[in-house]
């Protein structure tokens, strides 16, 4: 029994060749993220079609607190002016806790490939960055790397990239080390049920020794704690750093 | 996890990597994904919110509205119960005023017929008194003259004759 962490599946490959980017390889992790995309918008589709303005369904009423809780938790931190981050937000958090959650069915999960953080770091960091220059203006964007003195520049911009580096290796790593744990307890168990009925004398232990009894149950208790809550908290976390970035960027400068 | 290991015949990406494409690829996902999360969740949840809200603020503007206009009404209506009031009251006075009016009148009239009766029946008693007197008085004075004519027979002057009449019915008169 060989316990192997890897990355996502190469599914296909395209023949042709571009400089730089080379060839397009079409991962699990992106095949993945389509199939979360469309649960995630069907999902809004369902939620938010034949909407009443009296005698609200269940389903209706439930959109509308996703909605209102996206504003508050928004809005409720760092205030009315960032309004228009709520559907990125949204989005951001939707799709983490989707593919966090999605590797409950044995799939492979998007969150646990580092590009797909890195691509959400980036985009925060870009908003970031906006915010900044909007802030104290391009100068005062640059200026800013200078302070308190010019010897920490070097240091500033370490930092300045840490950041959206920090966001996404954070969220990959809690992913990944469920992903690895997971598959370390569950080959364990493999192990250990088959080492334990091997015990048995006769057919009685060769059979049973090869079913992995052990295995059932445990993983299931502590995937709540390392694919739920890590999940939850991941992309919780990721969208709380998100707006508190954004947030401390329009306020400097 | 065991899934993976099991398919170790088909190429794997490695674990920690950066791949250009799965980084457009996963930025493409994200537009779209922010792209149809607004279509889908935001805009038709805000869209029933807003209604929902116009249709809160309307009800409340007609509700006021209804309340303003109950209270004009019930303005209207206390100033009309106030009017009916003064106005029954004056109604109410006037008929009074009139009533006393027109008794006094009316007993002013009866007295002043009452008195007018009595004034003419004292006239005419006295008138008839009168009458009943002078009636009285040329009996008398033909009785006397006869009686007289007859007692001493001889014709007196007829001067004297009348005055002594005058006189006896004076002194009968006086004591009558």
Request: with cysteine; hydrophobic share 50%; net charge negative.
């Amino acid at each position: 029994m060989n316990v192997d962490i890897t990355g996502p599946k190469i599914l296909y490959e395209t023949p042709w060749e571009l400089p730089v980017l080379g060839s397009f390889k079409l991962t699990e992790t992106i095949l993945i993220s389509w199939i979360v995309m469309a649960i995630i918008t069907g999902l809004c589709i369902w939620l938010t079609h034949d909407l009443k303005v009296e005698k609200i369904s269940k389903r209706q009423a439930f959109a509308e607190m996703l909605v209102e809780t996206a504003d508050k938790f928004v809005i409720g931190n760092i205030g009315e002016k960032f309004a228009w981050l709520i559907p990125l937000v949204a989005t951001i958090f939707s799709l983490s806790i989707v593919s966090n959650l999605i590797s409950l069915f044995g799939v492979w999960s998007p969150t646990a490939d580092l590009n797909t953080e890195i691509t959400w770091a980036a985009v925060v960091f870009v908003l970031i960055t906006i915010q900044k220059i909007k802030a104290g203006g391009f100068g005062g964007y640059l200026k800013s790397f200078t302070q308190p003195i010019p010897v920490l520049t070097p240091f500033n911009i370490l930092s300045e990239l840490s950041t959206p580096i920090s966001m996404a290796f954070r969220h990959f790593g809690n992913i990944l080390s469920g992903v690895v744990i997971n598959g370390l307890i569950y080959g364990s168990l493999i192990l250990a049920s088959s080492a334990l009925f091997g015990l048995i004398p006769g057919a009685v232990g060769n059979i049973l020794s090869n079913v992995p009894i052990l295995a059932v149950g445990l993983p299931a208790v502590l995937s709540v704690y390392f694919d739920w809550f890590t999940g939850v908290m991941q992309a919780y976390i990721f969208c709380v750093l998100t707006i508190m970035y954004i947030s401390n960027a329009a306020s400097e400068g | 996890m065991h899934f993976i290991a099991l398919l170790t015949e088909t190429a794997n990406q490695d674990l920690i990597t950066i791949v250009p494409w799965t980084l457009i690829a996963q930025l493409c996902n994200l537009g779209l994904q922010l792209f149809l999360i607004k279509k889908f969740l935001f805009k038709p949840v805000r869209e029933i919110l807003a209604k929902r809200q116009a249709k809160a603020d309307e009800d409340i503007r007609a509700a006021e509205a209804a309340k303003a206009e109950a209270d004009s009404i019930k303005s209207e209506y206390e100033q009309n119960m106030l009017e009916a009031r003064e106005k029954a009251e004056s109604i109410l006075d006037n008929a009074q005023k009139m009533a006393n009016a027109q008794s006094d009148d009316i007993i002013k009239a009866a007295n002043a017929q009452a008195t007018a009766i009595k004034n003419k029946a004292e006239q005419d008693i006295a008138l008839e008194k009168r009458k009943a007197v002078n009636e009285i008085k040329d009996e008398i004075g033909s009785m006397a003259m006869e009686i007289a004519g007859k007692v001493i027979e001889r014709e007196i002057n007829e001067a004297d004759h009348a005055k002594l009449i005058d006189e006896f019915i004076e002194n009968i008169g006086e004591k009558s």
